[in-house]
């Protein structure tokens, strides 16, 4: 009877056994196989907004795995945002007790595509609204990424940059895991607008360092990216799983600014100079506080053969705070302090400017930004500068409405060209302006002494233009000195008039627009004296427009 027992439930265990080893083989079934595909299909499509498109599905229940073949991602309607030649994930056997848990995941040939369309969208997937809950740590395991590349292209701008590929292995099971290390790998970007507006620049180097994952926190060190016009160095983190996500980071930036003017086109020609800078940011993504200091040595444009510049800036809460900049060169020295909103704020804020500047030359300053004269100024000019906008949004339109403004300049002869020297007062209070002028000279002797103001005017068609208005009063000792300096301006006067002599004075009323200028002039000469010509006196009205009509009366 016993055995009797013993063989029925012989036979129980060893169907059930036959079943269970039936039922593992026939999930592995290739149409088994594809059913679950189909079903992960529509479960990432319906919940995450990710279109799937893989060739095959490969599982192994027993070793608790599987692997996508020629696998792509995507939004609908968009180009992939991942292809991958295939995907393996290993998970932990407790998966059948509950307790899910990747022990290693690796992509093949994984291409990451982002695209910035010109309307601003992008081939990325936007999330289903769904009710906040706080993230959980995300372990990956050890993630393998063989031959990983990086594509992005910004239509709108015409940018584009390409990564890679490099081989990256990060140990992302918890705390304590080791970066792991990629590259140097190539890197590549060409950039839309630099030196041209239609002009492309391309700029390639190299890109690697030490990257980790903790399942929570992103960690870079000593992630550098280097070309041939600079080299960054990143450290730092990123909480790459959290309700806010922050940020943790420094970064050195050193770049060769002969190198660099390449990108600037016929501009950058003659520049020339090392610039490094360190840069950080922390706190939120969205609302980050970031510290810049630079420093700039041996800077070199045109007719600047040497300077130094020093800088630190801090941006907080939307606004950024120009803590010092100084420059100094045989043609300028400067120093300024700012406080700008660059992003509107509830409540209106001082928006401030403070400059101080001395021995800057004029002359070598135009030759520097390309304006041509036909007279050298020769004067130094040293003064001031403060600026105040109470707007919460200084980028709003009429922002120069609630402006307010006042400096000085003070100017002395250098021994070249005119030699002006003298004083400006400038002022200006919302669309209206006013400057003061009281110059001199010793070409002549000439001096011009009043004030010319004005009132912005606000135009459709128009960017910018404002109303003329003041008087000046001119008075020139002796005009033969003038003489050589229209010369100079390549005016050539007829043999009589170049010993024109005599003095002079002149009351100037500018009126129109900037756009439309006219001015009206009252002169008056004494002693004008012309070979072969008796002395005699001038008595003139001059009303001059920007037709460059001329009305004499005298």
Same mark, same amino acid.
């Given at each position: 009877?016993?055995?009797?027992?013993?063989?029925?439930?012989?036979?129980?265990?060893?169907?059930?056994?036959?079943?269970?080893?039936?039922?593992?083989?026939?999930?592995?079934?290739?149409?088994?196989?594809?059913?679950?595909?189909?079903?992960?299909?529509?479960?990432?499509?319906?919940?995450?907004?990710?279109?799937?498109?893989?060739?095959?599905?490969?599982?192994?229940?027993?070793?608790?795995?599987?692997?996508?073949?020629?696998?792509?991602?995507?939004?609908?309607?968009?180009?992939?945002?991942?292809?991958?030649?295939?995907?393996?994930?290993?998970?932990?056997?407790?998966?059948?007790?509950?307790?899910?848990?990747?022990?290693?995941?690796?992509?093949?040939?994984?291409?990451?595509?982002?695209?910035?369309?010109?309307?601003?969208?992008?081939?990325?997937?936007?999330?289903? @609204?769904?009710?906040?809950?706080?993230?959980?740590?995300?372990?990956?395991?050890?993630?393998?990424?063989?031959?990983?590349?990086?594509?992005?292209?910004?239509?709108?701008?015409?940018?584009?940059?390409?990564?890679?590929?490099?081989?990256?292995?990060?140990?992302?099971?918890?705390?304590?895991?080791?970066?792991?290390?990629?590259?140097?790998?190539?890197?590549?970007?060409?950039?839309?607008?630099?030196?041209?507006?239609?002009?492309?620049?391309?700029?390639?180097?190299?890109?690697?360092?030490?990257?980790?994952?903790?399942?929570?926190?992103?960690?870079?060190?000593?992630?550098?990216?280097?070309?041939?016009?600079?080299?960054?160095? =990143?450290?730092?983190?990123?909480?790459?799983?959290?309700?806010?996500?922050?940020?943790?980071?420094?970064?050195?930036?050193?770049? @060769?600014?002969?190198?660099?003017?390449?990108?600037?086109?016929?501009?950058?020609?003659?520049?020339?100079?090392?610039?490094?800078?360190?840069?950080?940011?922390?706190?939120?993504?969205?609302?980050?506080?970031?510290?810049?200091?630079?420093?700039?040595?041996?800077?070199?444009?045109?007719?600047?053969?040497?300077?130094?510049?020093?800088?630190?800036?801090?941006?907080?809460?939307?606004?950024?705070?120009?803590?010092?900049?100084?420059?100094?060169?045989?043609?300028?020295?400067?120093?300024?302090?700012?406080?700008?909103?660059?992003?509107?704020?509830?409540?209106?804020?001082?928006?401030? =400017?403070?400059?101080?500047?001395?021995?800057?030359?004029? @002359?070598?300053?135009? @030759?520097?930004?390309?304006?041509?004269?036909?007279?050298?100024?020769?004067?130094?000019?040293?003064?001031?500068?403060?600026?105040?906008?109470?707007?919460?949004?200084?980028?709003?339109?009429?922002?120069?409405?609630?402006?307010?403004?006042?400096?000085?300049?003070?100017?002395?002869?250098?021994?070249?060209?005119?030699?002006?020297?003298?004083?400006?007062?400038?002022?200006?209070?919302?669309?209206?302006?006013?400057?003061?002028?009281?110059?001199?000279?010793?070409?002549?002797?000439?001096?011009?002494?009043?004030?010319?103001?004005?009132?912005?005017?606000?135009?459709?068609?128009?960017?910018?233009?404002?109303?003329?208005?003041?008087?000046?009063?001119?008075?020139?000792?002796?005009?033969?000195?003038?003489?050589?300096?229209?010369?100079?301006?390549?005016?050539?006067?007829?043999?009589?008039?170049?010993?024109?002599?005599?003095?002079?004075?002149?009351?100037?009323?500018?009126?129109?627009?900037?756009?439309?200028?006219?001015?009206?002039?009252?002169?008056?000469?004494?002693?004008?004296?012309?070979?072969?010509?008796?002395?005699?006196?001038?008595?003139?009205?001059?009303?001059?427009?920007?037709?460059?009509?001329?009305?004499?009366?005298?």
């Amino acid at each position: 009877m016993r055995s009797k027992y013993l063989r029925r439930a012989l036979i129980v265990v060893v169907t059930v056994v036959t079943l269970a080893l039936a039922l593992l083989g026939g999930v592995h079934l290739p149409f088994v196989r594809a059913r679950v595909l189909e079903w992960a299909r529509v479960r990432l499509a319906r919940d995450f907004g990710i279109v799937v498109d893989a060739k095959r599905l490969d599982y192994n229940l027993a070793g608790v795995s599987l692997e996508l073949h020629d696998l792509n991602l995507s939004a609908p309607g968009e180009r992939p945002f991942l292809h991958a030649d295939s995907l393996r994930l290993e998970l932990d056997r407790r998966l059948f007790v509950g307790f899910v848990e990747i022990r290693q995941l690796e992509l093949v040939h994984p291409h990451i595509a982002l695209l910035r369309h010109r309307d601003g969208r992008t081939n990325l997937p936007t999330s289903p @609204d769904s009710p906040s809950s706080q993230p959980t740590p995300l372990h990956l395991g050890i993630v393998a990424l063989r031959q990983l590349s990086l594509d992005f292209e910004d239509e709108a701008a015409g940018h584009k940059a390409a990564v890679g590929p490099v081989d990256l292995t990060v140990d992302a099971r918890g705390k304590g895991a080791q970066p792991g290390t990629f590259g140097p790998g190539p890197i590549s970007l060409v950039i839309a607008g630099l030196g041209a507006p239609d002009a492309t620049q391309a700029i390639t180097g190299t890109f690697g360092g030490h990257l980790g994952f903790d399942g929570e926190h992103v960690a870079l060190r000593d992630v550098h990216l280097e070309t041939p016009e600079a080299r960054l160095t =990143l450290n730092g983190s990123i909480d790459a799983i959290a309700e806010i996500v922050r940020v943790e980071a420094q970064g050195h930036l050193e770049a @060769d600014l002969a190198q660099a003017a390449r990108l600037m086109g016929k501009q950058g020609e003659s520049l020339g100079g090392a610039v490094s800078a360190d840069v950080t940011i922390s706190g939120p993504v969205a609302n980050s506080t970031v510290n810049v200091i630079v420093t700039g040595r041996d800077l070199r444009y045109r007719s600047v053969p040497s300077a130094t510049a020093d800088a630190e800036a801090a941006y907080a809460k939307g606004r950024i705070q120009v803590k010092h900049l100084y420059v100094t060169s045989d043609v300028a020295k400067l120093a300024a302090t700012a406080n700008l909103q660059v992003t509107p704020a509830d409540a209106a804020g001082a928006n401030t =400017l403070h400059a101080d500047f001395e021995k800057v030359d004029i @002359d070598r300053v135009l @030759d520097s930004v390309g304006v041509e004269r036909p007279v050298k100024v020769g004067s130094e000019a040293s003064g001031d500068i403060d600026v105040v906008l109470n707007d919460s949004d200084p980028f709003g339109d009429n922002w120069w409405r609630k402006l307010t403004g006042a400096g000085s300049v003070r100017l002395r002869p250098t021994g070249a060209g005119i030699g002006v020297e003298g004083q400006l007062k400038i002022d200006v209070d919302g669309d209206r302006w006013n400057i003061e002028h009281q110059l001199r000279s010793n070409t002549g002797p000439t001096t011009i002494g009043g004030a010319v103001s004005g009132q912005v005017t606000d135009s459709a068609t128009e960017a910018f233009n404002s109303t003329l208005a003041g008087r000046s009063q001119i008075r020139i000792d002796s005009l033969q000195p003038l003489a050589p300096i229209l010369q100079q301006a390549g005016i050539e006067l007829p043999a009589p008039i170049k010993e024109l002599d005599g003095s002079l004075d002149a009351v100037v009323d500018p009126r129109g627009t900037f756009t439309a200028p006219r001015v009206l002039a009252t002169i008056g000469g004494r002693g004008i004296h012309i070979p072969d010509f008796p002395e005699g006196q001038l008595e003139a009205t001059v009303a001059i427009d920007r037709q460059r009509t001329v009305r004499a009366d005298g």
